[in-house]
Structure formats: C-alpha cells, structure tokens
C-alpha cells in the first residue's frame, strides 16, 4: 500500500506532462493553419506574428488558434526597437540572453508603442533586421 501511495504523485506528474505536451500540440497545429495566409510567420510561447505585405498581425497562442489579435501597417510605424530585458540594444549584434525580449513598434497618431514579446533574442534579432530592410524600402519608393 506505501509503494502505490509514493507512485500516485508520479502517475499525477506523467498526466499532467501528457496534458501539457498535448495542449501545446493544439496551440502548434492553430498557429500551423493561421499561418498558411502569412508570406512570412513566427511562433512561440508568447506570441504568434504574420507579415502579409505591409500588415502586422500579432496576438498570443492559443488551442483554438491565435487570440487577442492586432494589425497594423508597417507605413505607420516611425520608429522600432529591440528591447532585451527592458534596455534597447543593436539588432545586428543583440546580447545571447534576455529575460524579457520584444520588438518594439512605435506608430504614427498612437500614444503607446506596440511590443511583441519573443523568446530567443536571436530571433527577435532576425525579425527586426528584416521589418528594418523593408521600412527603408518602404521610404525609398514614398
């Protein structure tokens, strides 16, 4: 009876890890279909992001597709930076760690910036330098 006692919290801990392994499954497979109307995406934890054109569309993950969802035009954006653990840092060259990392819009006629949280700086890094290289094409044909 002792031995079925200590291996109860066990066979908890395999349930929850088989929840969680398949609740995360879900959020993939939403953000797989969400994804397929985006010339270019990116997923993670805490945030989903699509490119089509000049549109921005971010919102946070979720097993019945992506919630809280945000568009905006990269023509209205004046000004973007990466932020790594609340200090904005060069996106060509960005620290290996970060405990909060996000790109960070700020736009025309809008008193808040908008942030997209990532998880990897690397990838924030690689999203930045691209939205930058197609803002100057942007200002170079207006």
Known sequence: ?????????????????AWSGWNEYQKVEAYRIWAQSFERAKYDI?????QKGNELTWGKPNRHG???LQ????????????????QIVNMETPPEKGR??????????????ISVPFTET??????GVYLQNHLQGLAALG
């Open 46 to 50: 805490y945030a989903v992001l699509g």
């Open 122 to 127: 690397g990838l924030a890094s690689q999203w």
């Open 1 to 17: 009876m002792e031995r079925g006692l200590l291996w109860l919290p066990l066979l908890g801990v395999f349930f929850w890890l």
């Open 66 to 68: 992506p919630i809280a």
């Open 71 to 86: 568009t905006f035009s990269l023509e209205q954006v004046t000004a973007m930076h990466l932020r790594v653990d609340g």
């Open 100 to 113: 909060t990392i996000a790109l960070e819009f700020t736009l025309v006629n809008v008193a808040d910036s």
